[in-house]
């Protein structure tokens, strides 16, 4: 049986002309959305397969906003940026700006750090690849890669999950132990606080809670091909992508490694119709949303309720 399980509205995040392209909660909560101001040039347009563009034909400019507790917090205008940005999040009192790819070993820089007042800092090579970023509030940063990635040129990106200091020194790559396999693609990450990282990735489909960047836990929730994921102690909330249905899926998670569903939901509004995310992301026990131009979220107290 598939339960209502309400969204709370958080942001109406029409930038006016201009498109989303990086969405997603810092580690202050606050909630942080990126659009380009000028025409999108992500991808190559030459006959045959069409691959991500790390440089548009001419610089982009882009609209950095963030929100806590319904108040804008951030309006920043960045403007001739070379790089296409896929993820923003906060650097301790910068911004972070990262390109998903990075040309492979090359190793181009496609980490960008700005200030609030819009001067660029410094730039930094991040891998390549890049599926998820998020960071920390100390200024660390998560990077969890892409199958493009981990199969790659770029020997960092082939660990599927990797730590950097803020001024982008590579401080931690991903290996499994205790029976698990390798990652080939990150398909979630929830950087809970300085100490646990949750990932979720394939091919085992494995949900897995790194504590001080050793493995404390692993569990295998029967719920593939999930993009996002929050977690309240022994309890987890995921979201299945997009593409392959709007389904949200609650787990218990035993110590013990055993991993048992409480109940499946589909996100509505606040008026009772269906949500249809284009985008989720998790960060600690709250997964957030983008729908319609909007922000919206939904955390496991909730799902818990819900699943009474």
């Known amino acids: 049986m598939i ?3 309400p969204a709370r509205l958080l942001a109406d995040l029409d930038a006016g002309p201009g498109a989303l392209v990086a969405f997603g909660a810092g580690p202050d909560r606050a909630l942080y959305a990126l659009h380009a101001l000028k025409p999108l040039d992500y991808r190559t347009t030459r006959p045959g397969p069409s691959y991500p563009k790390i440089n548009p034909a001419q610089p982009q400019d882009y609209r950095a906003r963030a929100w806590l507790d319904g108040r804008c917090v951030l309006d920043l205008r960045i403007v001739g940026e ?9 650097l301790g009192d910068d911004l972070l700006l990262a390109c998903a790819r990075s040309g492979g070993s090359a190793g181009h820089a496609n980490g960008r750090v700005y200030s609030r007042d819009g001067r660029r800092l410094r730039e930094f090579a991040l891998g390549d690849g890049i599926g998820h970023l998020q960071t920390t509030a100390r200024g660390a940063i998560r ?9 790659g040129d770029d020997p960092v990106s082939a660990c599927g999950l990797a730590a950097w200091d803020a001024h982008g020194a590579n401080t931690f790559q991903f290996q499994p132990q205790d029976g698990l396999d390798t990652i080939c693609d990150c398909y979630a990450l929830n950087v809970a606080d300085e100490r646990e990282t949750w990932l979720y990735y394939y091919t085992e489909f494995a949900l897995v809670l790194l504590r001080e960047r050793r493995i404390a836990g692993q569990w295998r929730p029967p ?18 992508n997009p593409r392959r249905g709007h389904e949200a899926a609650l787990f218990r998670l035993d110590g013990d490694g055993r991993c048992s569903e409480l109940a499946r939901f589909e996100l509505q509004r606040e008026d009772g119709a269906p949500l249809r995310p284009e985008r989720v992301d ?3 026990d709250t997964l957030y949303a983008y729908a319609d131009g909007c922000a919206w979220a939904v955390d496991v107290e909730q799902a818990l309720a819900a699943a009474l």
Not at 224 to 240: E, F, K, N, P, T
């Open 282 to 284: 998790g960060r600690g």
């Open 82 to 90: 070379r790089y296409n940005v896929h993820a923003l999040q906060p």
């Open 223 to 240: 719920f593939d091909g999930a993009c996002a994921v929050a977690v309240q102690r022994r309890h987890a909330l995921m979201y299945r």
């Open 3 to 5: 339960r209502p399980l």
């Open 143 to 151: 990077t969890g890669y892409f199958d493009e990635g981990v199969f």
